[in-house]
């Protein structure tokens, strides 16, 4: 592959660049190549990377020899740049997947599938929901090398319908309860946590926080039993207190609360209404936003496709509760029933 490119940089791609430079399916087919395989083809297949051994097969229309067709041979499998991610089998063009990952990495409260279907002109709402749901797909990251560390904020908040009556806050009805861990001046990790306990949030503490670090939290009577190998500091929200000087640090949970605060502006306001099925993928999109939050639209873009290998999404229905095939963990089965406007997650 040639190590010049007229292809814009992270920092050149914008939505007027997209549309001017990518529209044709074989421009962004070349990026998307670029990105993927930066430093030459890699087989998909068998993970050979000797450019030697691949030869391209010419297109052809009438053969039904798509542009981008490789062979390979080591393993003698045809291929292209989409086989193995998210737009495998898709039959939706790659000019439009590229604008669809534009604009959710740009979006700060996210976009609606109903406002995709209008902009791309897709063809029907269920297709563009899983398109969306394809791109969160691969923003979800299955397991996390790197712990947090420094200090990190923790907080619990309630995500579903309008109040109607009952207890409010911690132990709400019908509503999905959803930790957050938030590293100061660093990332942050939103998970669903099925009880609030104590039990439960000091694992989350375990797994996703460095020995040593410093751990703000609310006065939430769980906290109490924080391992002595955290330095476990707390605001008292129940006496009006919410932030205070300690020994040269800040202790408070505003950080925190603040993504929080876009998280339910964006359920709120552009996708109404979130299941508890598909809520880890909303939150996988509002985390890539906000971990890249120092960077432009372009480059928050960029560094989304980079995750779009090695996963992929099927609209194959679960059936008799059937889960997905345990040998294929990065493939995640869609359930294609009950898709309206009406009783899915975005209207």
Not at 13 to 42: C, H, M
Not at 92 to 119: E, H, T
Not at 190 to 217: D, K, Y
């Amino acid at each position: 592959m040639s190590t010049k490119s007229m292809l814009p940089t992270p920092e050149d791609l914008t939505l007027d660049g997209i549309q001017a430079r990518f529209s044709t399916d074989e421009a962004a087919r070349k990026y998307l190549e670029e990105i993927r395989w930066p430093n030459g083809v890699v087989c998909p297949h068998c993970k050979n990377a000797d450019q030697a051994k691949f030869y391209a097969i010419k297109a052809n229309t009438l053969a039904k020899v798509r542009n981008g067709l490789r062979q390979c041979v080591e393993c003698k499998k045809q291929f292209t740049c989409t086989v193995g991610t998210i737009f495998e089998d898709s039959h939706i063009p790659l000019r439009k997947w590229l604008v669809a990952w534009y604009l959710l990495c740009s979006s700060k409260k996210g976009i609606s599938s109903l406002q995709i279907q209008r902009m791309l002109g897709l063809g029907s709402y269920r297709s563009a929901l899983f398109m969306m749901h394809r791109i969160r797909y691969a923003l979800k990251h299955p397991a996390f090398a790197k712990q947090l560390s420094g200090t990190i904020e923790m907080d619990e908040t309630y995500v579903g319908g309008k109040f109607t009556g009952g207890k409010r806050g911690r132990g709400v009805q019908n509503k999905t309860p959803v930790v957050a861990l938030v590293e100061r001046g660093g990332d942050v990790r939103s998970m669903i946590m099925e009880r609030v306990t104590g039990r439960n949030l000091i694992s989350a503490i375990r797994e996703h926080v460095e020995v040593g670090s410093t751990v703000c939290t609310d006065d939430y009577i769980a906290y109490r039993s924080m391992p002595k190998i955290y330095t476990h500091k707390s605001v008292k929200h129940s006496r009006k207190e919410y932030a205070r000087r300690e020994k040269g640090l800040t202790v408070h949970t505003n950080t925190v609360e603040g993504n929080f605060s876009l998280l339910k502006r964006g359920i709120i306001g552009t996708f109404h209404q979130v299941s508890k099925k598909h809520l880890p993928l909303y939150l996988a999109e509002f985390d890539h936003r906000y971990n890249h939050r120092k960077t432009t639209d372009g480059e928050r873009t960029v560094a989304a496709l980079r995750l779009a290998e090695g996963k992929r999404l099927t609209l194959k229905p679960l059936k008799n509760g059937a889960k997905p095939d345990p040998n294929r963990p990065e493939i995640l089965q869609f359930d294609k029933r009950n898709v309206t406007k009406r009783n899915e997650d975005e209207k």
